[in-house]
Nanobody, 127 residues
């Protein structure tokens, strides 16, 4: 399984970005995916996730209402649409997959649930 995250960059506060994560080596579509981020000097934290085989999404309180996760089943891609970005959203963003498993809801929030990780894409929010 290989994950490739892209779409990061520099954006002004209040702006938007859309991150993309492509997955290879996973079949069947409707894949589950989590997004995490790690800011300089901080631990990796959960951002959001979409459940495998479902449209159910979960978000951290800090991004709920501003970020949206969606999935393209045909192309095995998951997107993280980020609106109303703030300087505190600056971080390296990672996509992660639970693989063929379908974890229970609470597990999607835990980094240990995901055996497969993308390389990360840097998002910088600054004026």
């Amino acid at each position: 399984v290989q994950l490739q995250a892209s779409g990061g960059g520099l954006v002004q506060p209040g702006g938007s970005l859309r991150l993309s994560c492509s997955a290879s080596g996973l079949t069947g579509g409707r894949l589950g995916m989590g997004w995490f981020r790690q800011a300089p000097g901080k631990e990796r934290e959960f951002v959001g996730a979409i459940r495998k085989g479902s449209t159910a999404t979960y978000y951290a309180d800090s991004v709920r209402g501003r970020f949206t996760i969606s999935r393209d089943n045909t192309n095995n891609r998951v997107y993280l649409q980020m609106n109303a970005l703030r300087p505190e959203d600056t971080a390296v963003y990672y996509c992660a997959s639970p693989g063929m498993g379908n974890p229970i809801m609470s597990s999607y929030y835990q980094a240990s649930t995901y055996p497969y990780w993308g390389q990360g894409t840097l998002v910088t929010v600054s004026s």
